[in-house]
């Protein structure tokens, strides 16, 4: 069965980066796009950017821009989402999610990553 | 593209019908529209996408529909496990992926 599966919860100081982890499985890895979406407390769903892998190429909003790097490793695969300068403000539930290529519709979520940013 | 629901919440009872309304500030594919549930403590749920197509497993009470701007949800008769949140998303280039800010569905 499909299964993305994410890394634990993260506690980071304002200023420093963390990295979540999403592994796939059950799927052709290389067929299916990755995408972080974030959720801060009691607040919406964020779109942060997509990682294609079977090029390894990826794209992001305008908003995450030079703060946001998503690379995977195949042999594994792995999706990885990198931000930086964090701030009280990303503290969220963030959540990869899997879309059929072209689909442009998110069919399996993982389970969440909790970022807690705090002094 | 912003994307605008409401109401913000909707107090309906089990065996009821809901409407649930996504309005986007400019036209939006049909293609690009979806629908997610959400539950506390839980990721979203896939439950239409392109307008009106349901996921694998999405009961036929389930239905969506519209166009251009004005997109609806609507749950024909109501089932306990229904009550959660609801999000609409949409697609377009270059911008990316919206989401709407969700319409909570509360047992009244």
């Known amino acids: 069965q499909v299964q993305l599966v994410q890394s634990g919860a993260e506690v980071k100081k304002p200023g420093a980066s963390v990295k979540v982890s999403c592994k796939a499985s059950?799927?052709?890895?290389?067929?299916?796009?990755i995408h972080w979406v974030r959720q801060a407390p009691g607040q919406g769903l964020e779109w942060m950017g997509i990682?294609?892998?079977?090029?390894?190429?990826?794209a992001y909003p305008q908003k995450f821009q030079g703060r946001v790097t998503m690379t995977r490793d195949t042999s594994t695969s792995t999706v990885y989402m990198d931000l930086s300068s964090l701030t009280f403000e990303d503290t969220a539930v963030y959540y990869c999610?899997?879309?059929?290529?072209?689909?442009?519709?998110?069919?399996?979520w993982g389970q969440g990553t909790l970022v807690t940013v705090s002094s | 593209i912003v994307l605008t629901q409401s109401p913000g919440t909707l107090s309906l009872s089990p065996g009821e019908r809901a409407t649930l309304s996504c309005r986007a500030s400019q036209s939006v594919s049909s293609s690009y529209l979806v629908w997610y549930l959400q539950k506390p403590g839980q990721a979203p749920r896939l439950l239409i996408y392109g307008t009106s197509n349901r996921a694998t497993g999405i009961p036929d009470r389930f239905s969506g529909s519209g166009s251009g701007t004005d997109f609806t949800l609507t749950i024909s008769r109501l089932e306990p496990e229904d009550f959660a949140v609801y999000y609409c998303q949409q697609y377009a280039y270059p911008q990316g992926y919206t989401f709407g800010q969700g319409t909570k569905l509360e047992i009244k």
């Open positions: 999610a899997r879309e059929m290529k072209e689909s442009y519709h998110f069919d399996y």
């Open positions: 990682m294609r892998p079977e090029g390894g190429n990826a």
């Open positions: 059950g799927y052709t890895f290389t067929n299916y796009y």
